[in-house]
């Protein structure tokens, strides 16, 4: 009774152990995959603020070249009417507006490309971040992926040093036919079953024949 039962235990050891480490194996892909796909996201939200970057300036560029044409169509439209009333207007008061406008257009402009560059800056300390948040992600995957192989080999060895201890707890107690109290070695036992035919009788006729039966008292 006592052999099944140990060998049921070791049985069971063995289940644990090899459950033990599919489990950590199936929790270290589950954090691996997560942390992976984190860093896909970090690393595409990266590119999205490169590009937005990029753009940035475009737009501020245009909206400068916008301004600037407004400001220059001012003052152009300025001069053409000091010309109109008979002014000259490359002197006097008509010069001084006609350069304001082209001042205040030019100043416009350098405001527009000053706040696309801002913009872009922002963006790509945005996708620095992300960048860096992807790498992050990155070493959790690793991480993961080895903590996992970690858990699953201790899941094992202990299995294993559960199953080497009930071993010797079973030889022990002579379950598997050891040196335990209740345990009976193959020589013994047969040693027993010669002894019910009766004692073996050493001085037999063969070797003494003087002390048989049949030669007590001949000369």
Do not use: C
């Not at 070791?10 to 644990?16: D, E, F, K």
């Not at 030019?106 to 696309?116: W, Y």
């Not at 002894?195 to 009788?201: E, F, I, K, M, R």
């Amino acid at each position: 009774m006592a052999a099944p039962l140990a060998i049921a235990g070791m049985g069971m050891s063995v289940v644990q152990g090899i459950m033990g480490a599919s489990a950590a194996a199936q929790q270290g892909a589950a954090e691996a995959n997560r942390a992976r796909y984190l860093q896909a996201i970090a690393q595409m939200n990266a590119k999205y603020a490169e590009e937005q970057a990029t753009q940035d300036v475009l737009i501020g560029e245009q909206r400068a070249q916008q301004v600037g044409l407004q400001a220059r169509g001012k003052a152009g439209l300025q001069t053409a009417q000091a010309a109109a009333r008979g002014l000259d207007p490359n002197t006097g008061s008509a010069r001084a507006v006609s350069e304001s406008e082209l001042a205040i257009g030019n100043q416009d402009e350098a405001v527009r490309r000053n706040e696309a560059q801002m913009a872009a800056w922002k963006s790509r300390v945005a996708a620095a971040q992300d960048t860096a948040q992807g790498q992050v992600y990155g070493m959790e995957a690793q991480y993961a992926q080895e903590a996992a192989g970690t858990r699953s080999m201790t899941s094992l060895l202990s299995a294993g040093s559960q199953i080497v201890g009930q071993g010797i707890q079973a030889q022990r107690f002579g379950v598997f036919g050891g040196a335990g109290g209740g345990a009976v070695a193959p020589g013994a036992m047969a040693s027993a079953a010669g002894s019910d035919a009766g004692p073996t009788n050493y001085y037999d006729d063969t070797n003494f024949p003087q002390y048989s039966s049949g030669g007590i008292g001949h000369a």
